[in-house]
């Protein structure tokens, strides 16, 4: 989240900072994907009664170009704060700076569009969609977001799986970007875990979650990682200090072929409006908490100089109602 105070902190520091010392973590990576959660313009007006609205000024497009973006998730609640013409924009700038976008567009076909890009000798694909926001549903030709209800009644839902089916089809590895749900909880809504389950039989093969602002326990299903909340990652949030919103991992995918090697999880904080590396005390509890989300889902984690490491596959269970 580039907006607000991290907006105003951007005008007087270069545009690495709010990366912080994860960067060459992130420059390791052959992609790098993220939930970019504000609208990069100078165009437009707050969306009518909205309470929280966040605007990044259109040179900070160069903040993700200093992390190598490869693929930006725009379906979420703030995309378009400021309107349909600053979502264009915003799209517009990305492009022009090689960032492909997926979740928004122009129009409901360019919205579901999923966003096509390369690792290595393998070619991925990134569908995202959004539970938040109904009225910015992109329809024909009007501009908007990829929303789709976590209902698999919901015609809207079946047609999201049908994506899916097709880009696994177009593609060697499909990720699902879903940004869904409430703000807080530990644990995964149950409907979140009979939906994630659902994209990855339509053959999903990582499924990115997020919306919430703490991170969840890691899922694992048919071999294929479900990531149910990755948290606040770069933002200007007050902290709970119960919840922490303030904690997150890098979470850092190996596959060999479209078969996953291991799932590495890197911990980090926000300090100062940028991600650091979590260190000592902190870093022990961010991982103790992780260790005991991910195993209520039934998926075993071990500790590694790095962070943690996803174990032998295990297939996870449904929380406790």
Sequence with gaps: MLGRLVNQVL?????????????????????????????????????????????????????????????????NNHAMDMGREALLECLAALEAHGIRAAGAGPSL???????????GPLTAAMVAFTDNEPGWEAKGATPGTFYAPVDPTDGRFRVLLDIIREASRRADLTIVSAHWGPNWGEAPPRAHVEAAHLL???????????SAHIFRGVGLYRGGPILYSCGDFVDDYAVDEVERNDESFVFALDFEG???????????????????????????????????????????????????????????????P
């Design 11 to 75: 005008e007087k520091v270069p545009p690495e900072y709010p990366w912080g010392d994860v960067l060459p973590v992130l420059l390791s990576a052959d992609a790098l994907i993220l939930n970019l959660e504000c609208v990069i313009s100078d165009l437009g007006e707050p969306w009518p009664e909205k309470v929280f609205v966040f605007r990044s000024d259109p040179k900070n497009v160069a903040v993700l170009e200093q992390a190598r973006v490869t693929v930006a998730s725009l379906a």
């Design 200 to 210: 990855v039989d339509a053959g999903a093969d990582v499924v990115f979650g997020h």
């Design 258 to 320: 479209k078969q996953l090697r291991r799932l590495l999880l890197i911990p980090t904080v926000i300090r100062n409006f940028q991600a650091q590396l979590a260190r000592g005390r902190e870093q022990r509890d961010i991982l103790r908490k992780m260790l005991e989300r991910s195993a209520a889902l039934g998926t075993l984690l071990h500790e590694t100089r790095e962070g943690l490491e996803l174990a032998p596959v295990r297939e996870e269970r449904a929380p406790e």
């Design 109 to 119: 076909e360019a919205a579901r569009r999923p966003a096509l890009f390369s690792l």
